[in-house]
């Protein structure tokens, strides 16, 4: 395999991910971005997207509202994400035990909507029907008010701070060269233009999510809320979605008895603070899940706009004649699809070949 240099505009999660397998290819990696490396102890900047996110692997329950693309996307992912947690060791917050859906009685015909949706496509091995006994065993602590859940055994989760951490420490040392704290002005077909100078490479790989804006007229942003508490009081070992006709709120554990809690989307490009009515609807809802979350304290409340296209699946746009990449437009499922999409991404550049027919929905070739 030939070695590449490969300059990568933007450090989300699709930049460190196509970044970490390309160095694991053997190829050289320049990394761009306009965020500081770390970011311990600032004030007055905005926490980067693929920070805030929940970091769900959850390829089925995102069958609820996703294309069945997304779904298989995310299930390739996963074997990946386990060798990539057994390659960056235990500081790395990694779990596959499953994820569970519940239910207020009330609102039960969202469950049976998405379990149509999963036997539309087949995929009804995909889950196990819980009664309130077996689901009582299994989290003891969720509340006992939900009669019956699903519990999908193959989906994980990951914590995208522990994964930046793993970046910043394992990933970034291996590194050609690194510019953080960077403005890039500017992208060619093989070159990358910064307010310090312009820097050449074999392929350029555009990961910049919304700030690709002008280059992208069809990307718009997203709003997502999260809230992060510190519960030491609450043992839930799994991320827990809460159906809801208008929303969907999740829950989903982290390091230190802290857990994050979410709702999925707000169409609106928006970057104002967490609004009175969503943290009411957010913590309301984790109360629900278990009464001793009324104790719980309040870490974090952050906001972000993740970048989308008008059907919400991702785009990667390879330029015919060209040594540039753009992919962009994973939405919410950031954590969930990036590990295929990298692979993807770089078995075109390593072989030279168009994507396979299963990808070709998503994947462009442009002058």
């Known amino acids: 395999m030939q070695k590449l240099s490969l300059g990568i505009v933007g450090a989300g999660i699709m930049g460190k991910m196509v970044g970490f397998l390309a160095l694991q290819r053997g190829h050289e990696v320049t990394y761009f971005d306009n965020n500081p490396l770390l970011f311990d102890n600032i004030k007055g900047k905005t926490i980067p997207c693929s920070l805030v996110a929940a ?13 069945l693309i997304i779904s298989k996307l995310g299930e390739e992912s996963l074997p990946l994400w386990e060798r990539i947690s057994k390659e960056l060791g235990r500081s790395f917050y990694f779990h596959r035990k499953g994820g569970i859906v519940v239910s207020h009685p009330e609102d039960k015909n969202e469950v049976l909507s998405l379990k149509r949706k999963l036997k539309q496509h087949n995929l009804d091995h995909v889950y196990e029907e819980f009664s309130k006994v077996k689901l009582e065993s299994f989290e003891p602590e969720i509340s006992t008010n939900f009669k019956n859940a699903l519990y999908f055994p193959n989906e994980g989760h990951v914590d995208p701070l522990s994964f930046h951490k793993a970046f910043v420490e394992k990933i970034v040392p291996q590194c050609r060269d690194y510019y953080f704290d960077t403005e890039v002005v500017n992208i060619k077909h093989n070159s990358v233009e910064t307010k310090k100078g312009h820097y050449s490479f074999d392929y350029i790989i555009d990961c910049r999510g919304l700030q690709a804006k002008n280059d992208l007229n069809t990307l718009r942003g997203v709003r997502g809320e999260v809230i992060k508490v510190k519960a030491s009081g609450v043992k839930i070992s799994r991320p827990v979605r809460l159906m809801h006709p208008r929303y969907q709120i999740y829950v989903v554990p982290r390091p230190e008895d802290c857990y994050l809690i979410g709702a999925t989307t707000i169409e609106s490009e928006d970057f104002s ?68 999409l990298a692979e993807i991404i770089l078995d075109g550049i390593d072989d030279g070949v168009e994507m396979n027919t299963l990808f070709s929905e998503f994947c462009f070739w442009e002058e």
């Not at 970091?55 to 294309?67: R, V």
């Open 55 to 67: 970091g769900m692997l959850s390829p089925f329950c995102e069958l609820e509202k996703a294309d």
């Open 273 to 340: 603070p967490v609004s009175v009515r969503s943290a009411l609807e957010l913590l309301s809802a984790l109360y629900s899940l278990n009464s001793s979350f009324s104790e719980a304290r309040i870490l974090e409340m952050n906001v972000q706009c993740r970048p989308a296209f008008t059907n919400n699946n991702p785009k990667v746009i390879f330029t015919k004649g060209g040594r540039l990449i753009r992919v962009n437009g994973l939405y919410r499922h950031g954590y969930l699809i990036s590990p295929k």
